[in-house]
Nanobody, 124 residues
Framework: QVQLIESGGGLVQAGGSLRLSCAAS????????VGWFRQAPGQEREFVAV????????LYADSVKGRFTISRDNAKNTAYLQMNSLKPEDTAVYYC?????????????????WGQGTQVTVSS
């Protein structure tokens, strides 16, 4: 079974930085696109960023573009989300997800595998 474990969440002051990690097992990591999504209380889960098989192939939500960076290390079966210039509106549970496709997707329903999430709280 595919297992995805997020880590690195926590409480940070506005303007600060945080790096999330997604450790994967039970899949061929190098041929899975990896997406990061987030969900605030009472809100729908929304797309944040995705990285394809090649680390240089990325796509970001407009709300995080220029502040967040998604990357991957296939040798470690791990993906990352570097979050800089954090804002209170970034507060959410952040989820790592994978799908076995070269092609990007920003749709929650297109990702069959999900981690349990890690809480990110940004104080003002």
């Amino acid at each position: 079974q595919v297992q995805l474990i997020e880590s690195g969440g926590g409480l940070v002051q506005a303007g600060g930085s945080l790096r999330l990690s997604c450790a994967a097992s039970g899949l061929t990591f190098s041929t899975n696109s990896v997406g990061w999504f987030r969900q605030a209380p009472g809100q729908e889960r929304e797309f944040v960023a995705v990285v394809g098989w090649t680390a240089g192939r990325t796509l970001y939500a407009d709300s995080v573009k220029g502040r967040f960076t998604i990357s991957r290390d296939n040798a470690k079966n791990t993906a990352y989300l570097q979050m800089n210039s954090l804002k209170p509106e970034d507060t959410a549970v952040y989820y790592c997800a994978t799908r076995q496709s070269l092609f990007f997707s920003v749709e929650v329903a297109s990702y069959p595998s999900w981690g349990q999430g890690t809480q990110v709280t940004v104080s003002s």
